[in-house]
């Protein structure tokens, strides 16, 4: 049911040198040209997708099955002496070399979370009118990490503490 097959010739000596590649190549796509009918096509070309499809379906279950290499760290900042939520604190993320791995906004429940990479972190809260607090953590891999941050009344910036302390000691010395 397909075309007849003729015999193509071949060589019985391939040349040599520079062009034999392409000549030998040529000489094997015209036997295969001569040989293969449509249906020999189409079951090479359906086992070549059926393998790029099983190895596809191979590296998309490797993927999931891979374990995750990250956790989750929550962080929780509330007021010293209320226990209030403080709203809008900046949450820093940093490695335990100080490199900065993200930066967080508490919201109006005073949380912050983040997904981090396995490892030791360094996490500072800040607020403009509070004083900075700091804590280390190891977060571990499917894990969460919760923190408790309370911070006290106190400006975070050092100049801003340097200046409310001259102003307080001078307070003090003046009797106000």
């Not at 590649?21 to 020999?40: D, Q």
């Not at 940093?94 to 791995?101: E, Q, S």
């Amino acid at each position: 049911m397909g075309r007849p097959r003729q015999p193509v010739p071949v060589p019985a000596e391939m040349p040599t040198g520079p062009s034999s590649r392409t000549a030998k190549v040529g000489a094997v796509w015209n036997w295969a040209i001569g040989h293969m009918s449509f249906s020999h096509v189409q079951a090479v070309v359906g086992t070549l997708a059926g393998i790029v499809s099983v190895a596809g379906a191979v590296f998309s279950i490797v993927q999931f099955v891979r374990p995750i290499k990250t956790g989750e760290l929550v962080a929780v900042v509330q007021e010293a002496s209320s226990h209030r939520a403080v709203a809008d604190a900046a949450v820093e993320v940093m490695t335990a070399d100080r490199a900065l791995v993200a930066t967080m906004t508490a919201d109006t429940a005073g949380r912050a979370t983040h997904a981090l990479h396995e490892g030791i972190y360094v996490v500072r809260v800040t607020h403009p009118r509070y004083a900075a607090e700091e804590r280390q953590v190891q977060v571990r891999p499917n894990q969460t990490v919760e923190i408790r941050t309370t911070l006290r009344n106190g400006s975070s910036s050092p100049g801003e503490r340097t200046i409310g302390g001259g102003v307080r000691a001078v307070r003090r010395a003046l009797h106000f």
